[in-house]
């Protein structure tokens, strides 16, 4: 299906961008890289009448060391997120994330902060930069504000960036040192995540940090297994009784690819797995 008319802005800078949003209100979209947003209008699900191209504003790419955090710009492409020396030294969960996102072509148009606006439940970023305590970096038009992980993933579809307002970049503390692993399951190569799960472990197993992917409405943490994990033993045997904790406070949603109840069993399985493999063993 073809999309809708609409008018293409493509401004250079933030203020442009945000200039343009502030005019056009309700009746513009916002385009990072384009692989949520450009399905739905083809599909004619959304018919905006001014879409706002970002892939212009340059400061909006790239990845910077920022002392005690790596600051990663909303346009940076998963690709380059996968690939960076910063990311993999001080947040290899995110690099291990950005490798399971769909494949090449997706993964080299597709944008990092794209993705987390997007919201997507079933997104591969959003349970990584939450267990990481990333912090989310909004423009609008009263100046610049930094809103928490935990507060940023309000709804399904919805976070705290107004509606006037643009993400530009994401701050995400060094957890230099920590074994990282993303366990995905999918029953076909590059489908979105039935259920998956995002785990970073300090030591052996000292602390943990565990995010969950397809668990609800918003990405989760699993606050009782990472308590349950504290000073625990990598070993299988140390992992399971935490690992068995991992689905309390979710709803998962239940559909072709899997009831509830069926999810819930899936994260406590895959829990077991990413610990294991996030401390090496």
């Known amino acids: 299906m073809i999309p809708a008319h609409f008018d293409y802005l493509a401004p250079t800078s933030v203020e442009e961008a945000l200039a343009a949003l502030g005019e056009h209100g309700d009746d513009a979209k916002i385009i990072a890289g384009g692989q949520s947003l ?5 599909m004619r699900l959304n018919a905006p009448e001014v879409v706002i ?24 492409t998963h690709h380059a997120v996968r690939d960076h020396d910063l990311v993999t030294e001080h947040a290899l969960l995110l690099s291990k994330a950005a490798a399971e996102v769909a494949d090449a072509q997706i993964r080299h148009r597709g944008t990092f902060g794209g993705a987390l606006a997007h919201a997507d439940p079933a997104g591969d970023l959003g349970a990584p930069a939450l267990a990481l305590d990333a912090q989310f970096v909004i423009a609008g038009p009263g100046g610049t504000r930094t809103v928490e992980a935990a507060d940023f993933f309000v709804d399904l579809f919805e976070t705290a960036i107004g509606d006037d307002e643009i993400l530009t970049e994401v701050r995400v503390p060094k957890h230099t040192g920590w074994g990282a692993h993303y366990e995905k399951f999918v029953r076909v190569a590059h489908q979105w995540p039935i259920v998956a799960v995002a785990a970073t472990v300090r030591g052996s197993i000292d602390e943990a940090k565990v995010g969950l992917t397809n668990m609800g409405s918003t990405p989760l943490r699993a606050s009782a297994t990472e308590q349950a994990l504290a000073g625990a033993s990598a070993t299988e045997e140390g992992v399971r009784a935490a690992a068995d904790l ?23 399985v895959l829990t ?10």
């Open 272 to 281: 077991g797995r990413a610990v294991l493999k996030a401390a090496g063993s």
């Open 38 to 42: 450009l399905p739905v209008l083809r």
């Open 53 to 76: 191209d970002l892939g212009g504003i340059s400061s909006l790419r790239g990845i910077r060391d920022d002392g005690d955090a790596i600051v990663i710009g909303a346009m940076t």
């Open 246 to 268: 991992a689905a309390e406070g979710t709803n998962p949603p239940s559909d072709l690819n899997g009831a509830s109840d069926y999810r819930q069993h899936l994260a406590r």
